[in-house]
């Protein structure tokens, strides 16, 4: 049951990701552009759960966390992939999976055997096998957003492990609302802080920006509505590299079905590294 559930965070996670990604490459310009359509993504999220929503302050203080880390790790996010090598950014920000493992070893009382902390490494091995080499120079703006969209991505994996572990837990719907009404209103706040002439908002609220977002809204709502539950049920150090290298594996796979991508000897070593780890993980 445990794999199941990770498998589908794996779908939709990666679904999302797609979508995301078509959207992104013809309608997206800058950094307002951006965070205008991931506010009306965050407001599908939280729409599609509002009729839940409970004014419980303890789910409300998480929600409001989980949603300011959302926005903060999308805007550094960007910034690293718009300003340096884009796939050591998608690295930097995987290894998040390391902050909930050591909290559930440390406070939860996780046991981590030898075999399962060899598929752990073996995994962070595929992950960083997979980024591509660039001749791009370092940059200190690059480095600075890639390490703190790490540590907000860490941060909202600790937020949804604590939460999943708390009295309110079964309140994760109302949460996942709170979340991303959240991040809507942070969105709007930070639209207007970044738009200047330079980055000046580029593209226009279609009926086709409103689509992509529907869809996309509502796979990341599942998406959280479901991680939190995973959470709070399995362990960190099983849930966390499967997910991780599952993802790397999914998605390779999908452009190779789906958009005839050819691998390379590189790339067939990593997905035989990566399932190798998720078998270790399992043992």
């Keep these: 049951m445990d794999l199941i559930l990770i498998f589908g965070l794996i779908v939709l996670a990666s679904s999302k990701v797609t979508l995301q990604g078509m959207f992104a490459k013809k309608h997206i310009l800058t950094l307002t552009d951006s965070i ?39 805007l550094f996010y960007i910034q690293a992939m718009s300003c340096g090598n884009v796939s ?39 992950l960083v096998l997979n980024v591509e080499k660039s001749g791009e120079k370092m940059r200190r703006k690059w480095l600075v957003c890639s390490l703190l969209a790490f540590v907000c991505n860490s941060c909202l994996a600790v937020c949804q492990q604590i939460f999943g572990k708390t009295e309110w837990k079964a309140e994760r719907v109302s949460f996942v609302a709170w979340s991303y009404i959240i991040a809507t209103l942070i969105s709007v706040v930070f639209y207007f802080i970044f738009r200047t002439e330079k980055e000046k908002q580029k593209f226009k609220i279609s009926p086709l920006a409103i689509g992509y977002g529907l869809c996309i809204g509502v796979i990341l709502g599942v998406f959280q509505f479901l991680n939190t539950f995973a959470i709070s049920t399995i362990e960190a150090s099983f849930m966390y590299p499967i997910y991780n290298g599952g993802t790397l ?35």
């Design 36 to 74: 205008c359509f991931n506010g009306i993504i965050f407001l599908f999220s939280a729409l599609i759960f509002i009729y839940a929503l409970k004014c419980s302050f303890p789910v409300i203080i998480f929600g409001f966390i989980f949603g300011l880390f959302t926005v903060l790790f999308q």
């Design 249 to 283: 594996i999914f998605t390779t796979l999908t452009g190779v079905i789906l958009l005839k991508d050819r691998l390379s000897l590189k790339q067939i070593i990593t997905l035989i590294i990566g399932i190798v780890g998720i078998v270790l993980v399992n043992l």
């Design 88 to 126: 050591l950014a998608v690295l930097i920000v995987n290894l998040n999976m390391i902050a909930p493992i050591i909290i559930s070893i440390t406070f939860f009382n996780e046991k981590i055997g030898i075999i399962r902390a060899l598929g752990l490494v073996t995994v962070i091995v595929s």
